[in-house]
């Protein structure tokens, strides 16, 4: 069974920083994507970064570039989002899901299979 369970939300300050992470299990960790996304009141879900587990290439939203680093423990089943300098539009829940190794998956966020139940972040102005 596939199990994505994602820690170290919490309330920041403009500018802080928070480590994001997202263990896995039930799966080949080396043969997906897995891939960060949020999701604010009101609004769409969506893609943050993603990293392959096969080669750790990371990929990135233009939105956070710069800003967040996506960084993966294979031999732990572990992927972290480093985030700093967070600002206040921020501000969502943080879900980690995993997919195929596919074009779509890493510069798209699209085809992703399963997620976990996420982690709230909140950055105060």
């Known amino acids: 069974e596939v199990q994505l369970v994602e820690s170290g939300g919490g309330l920041v300050q403009n500018g802080g920083s928070l480590r994001l992470s997202c263990v896995a299990s039930g799966f080949r960790f080396n043969d997906y994507a897995i891939g960060w996304f949020r999701q604010a009141p009101g609004k769409e879900r969506e893609g943050v970064s993603a990293i392959s587990g096969s080669d750790g290439s990371p990929y990135y939203a233009r939105s956070v570039k710069g800003r967040f680093t996506i960084t993966s423990d294979n031999a732990k089943n572990i992927v972290y989002l480093q985030m700093n300098n967070l600002k206040p539009e921020d501000t969502a829940v943080y879900s980690c899901?995993?997919?195929?190794?596919?074009?779509?998956?890493?510069?798209?966020?699209?085809?992703?299979?399963?997620w976990g139940q996420g982690t709230q972040v909140s950055v105060s102005s």
């Open positions: 899901a995993v997919g195929p190794i596919t074009i779509a998956t890493l510069t798209l966020f699209q085809g992703y299979t399963s």
